[in-house]
């Protein structure tokens, strides 16, 4: 991740808007283990505090889009057509 482009839930787990659970479900546990602590995939690109917030927000991308109310809310607060989907957190980093 890096602070280039701000990247929404979807583009932070790498899957498409229209992603059903299971490759959602996949997606985190692929995110997961990249940024986990002793991954050597990271370890000389982002520090301690920077891997504790691209994890936390794996897990609350992961929290929003495995449940379909609050997955709702998300996609509309996106907007009805994905490819005019805007990040939610500005300023959030890149996968």
Known sequence: MNDQAPMNYYELLDV???AKNL???RAYRRAKLTYKIDSMA????FG??????IRTE????YHILSDPEKRQAYDNELGACPESRQPRHPGKGNA
């Open 16 to 18: 498409a808007p229209d």
């Open 23 to 25: 490759d959602i479900i």
């Open 42 to 45: 990271t370890y000389s690109l």
């Open 48 to 53: 301690e505090a920077e891997l504790e917030r």
């Open 58 to 61: 794996i897990e609350l991308a």
